[in-house]
């Protein structure tokens, strides 16, 4: 089945590059010539704008979109006028379920198709198939059925539900991941520190005493603590083989500083949650985790500190 691509980043490159190994026929466009030229040197057709990428397509045409959420209203602003009735057109990044709800109303009024299609699978998708969660019209989602076959590994696709579908169970399911990721990084975190006790203590106003040093003096070896949970533990998963990868290559993760984004899935599950009323405690923390480690609480932390020197004299430490 032909099908174009528009965004050639990191997925979407390699979406086609596996849909070409399923012999599903590509034409491509990126804003980099450089993109588009990779992929045409893989065997796909390059495009040099989205008129000439539709004008590549034979109708009725099948078009993914795999651009930023910001972007995406832009890209149909041009796309649209251009394509035909019974064109598909689909979102596979990670964009707001309640903008697709606007974009297929106004797209149904050209009888064209809008497709939300939640992807998951990252740089490794490429090898291991991507997750995906669609929504749109059962008809329309029908007719791409080859190429969610292709893309996903068996039973990695799944038409969630009518327009927005997609993109809602996308978007829990990256606030799950929030969760997921801050739990392992807390409890290795628990573990790096259990050697508290060897520290000399300090006795001052400022410093909570540890009570019993002696039942702190563990110096854990990351990197095997994460690999023995990969073989038979309970919390073993892709995010602990990736984490164990991470501690075998630098054990000290140096690499990193530990500014975390958040790329908006979080925010929008818990909007979710609170016009719900669905208590989801994890989720917050892990999204409030985020913004601290970028430095975002530390106005509130000189608050915190203004008010005990205020109260008791307290001197911050250095």
């Known amino acids: 089945m032909q099908f174009g ?4 980043g990191r997925m979407g490159a390699n979406m086609v590059r596996r849909l070409m190994r399923a012999a599903h026929p590509c ?5 980099s010539a450089e993109a588009v030229q990779a992929l045409a040197a893989d065997g796909a057709v390059g495009a040099v704008s989205l008129a000439d990428l539709v004008q590549k397509l034979t109708p009725p045409r099948a078009i993914c979109l795999m651009v930023p959420a910001g972007v995406v209203d832009a890209v149909i602003d041009e796309l649209a006028p251009l394509l035909s009735a019974d064109d598909l057109l689909i979102d596979g990044g990670n964009s707001h379920y309640q903008d697709d709800l606007v974009r297929a109303q106004r797209l149904a009024a050209a009888r064209v198709h809008y497709i939300d299609m939640g992807t998951s699978g990252g740089v490794w998708g490429l090898e291991r198939g991507y997750c995906l969660m669609i929504g749109g019209e059962a008809d329309a989602v029908g007719r791409l059925r080859p190429i969610f076959d292709a893309l996903a590994p068996e039973g990695g696709a799944l038409h969630c539900g009518p327009t927005g ?6 978007m829990v399911h990256n606030g799950i991941e929030y969760g997921l990721m801050a739990a392992y990084a807390e409890g290795l975190s628990v573990l790096r520190h259990a050697n508290v006790g060897e520290a000399r203590a300090e006795h001052d106003a400022e410093t909570t005493p540890l009570r019993h040093p002696a039942h702190y003096q563990y110096d854990f070896d990351l990197a095997a603590i994460t690999e023995v949970w990969r073989h038979g533990s309970v919390v073993s ?6 984490t164990a990868a991470a501690f075998a290559k630098d054990p000290a993760l140096q690499s990193f500083e530990g500014h975390v984004a958040d790329s908006g899935e979080g925010r929008w599950t818990l909007q979710a949650a609170i016009d719900e009323g ?33 109260f008791g004299g307290h001197v911050e430490k250095a």
Do not use: E, I, T
Request: proline share 2%; charged share 20%; net charge positive.
């Open 5 to 8: 691509m528009v965004g050639l």
């Open 27 to 31: 034409v491509v466009y990126d804003r």
């Open 165 to 170: 579908a997609g993109h809602f169970v996308k």
């Open 237 to 242: 998963s892709w995010l602990l083989d990736l």
């Open 278 to 310: 669905v208590p989801a405690h994890v989720l917050a923390a892990a999204l409030f985790a985020r913004f601290a480690s970028r430095g975002h609480d530390d106005f509130q932390n000189r608050v915190l500190s203004a008010m005990r020197f205020g």
